[in-house]
C-alpha cells in the first residue's frame, strides 16, 4: 500500500478552490495575477508529492522539486513586476496630487 502524505493530500484538495478564489480577487485586482503562475506551479508540487507515492517515484520526485524551485522563482518576479507596476501607478499618482495642489492654490494652471 503506498504512503500518502497527508498534508500535500488535503492540500491538493483545498488549493483548487483557493486558486479559484484569488483568480476572482485577480479580476478585482489586476497586480494579482502576476502571482498565478507561482501557484500553479506550488499546486503542480502538491499533486505530484502524492503521485510520486503511486507510481514513478524517481520522475515524480524530480518533476515536485523542479516545480519547487520554479514556482519560488515565479513568486520572485511577479513580486518584482508588482512593485514595479505599482511604482509606475504612484508615480502618476503624485504628479496628478501636485497638479492639483498647483491649481487649487492659486498657482499658474487656475
Given amino acids: 500500500m503506498p504512503e500518502l502524505e497527508v498534508t500535500e493530500l488535503i492540500l491538493v484538495t483545498l488549493f483548487p478552490l483557493a486558486l479559484l478564489g484569488f483568480s476572482y480577487g485577480a479580476r478585482k485586482r489586476k497586480e ?17 508529492t502524492n503521485i510520486e507515492a503511486v507510481a514513478a517515484p524517481e520522475f515524480f520526485n524530480f518533476l515536485e522539486h523542479f516545480c519547487i524551485f520554479l514556482s519560488a522563482i515565479l513568486l520572485f518576479f511577479g513580486a518584482l513586476l508588482n512593485l514595479y507596476s505599482n511604482r509606475g501607478k504612484t508615480k502618476k499618482i503624485k504628479a496628478l496630487q501636485r497638479r492639483q495642489a498647483t491649481t487649487t492654490s492659486g498657482g499658474r494652471f487656475k
Wanted: charged content about 0%; cysteine-free; proline content about 6%.
Fill in 32 to 48: 494579482l495575477a502576476y502571482y498565478i503562475p507561482g501557484l500553479l506551479a506550488l499546486f503542480i508540487t502538491f499533486i505530484s
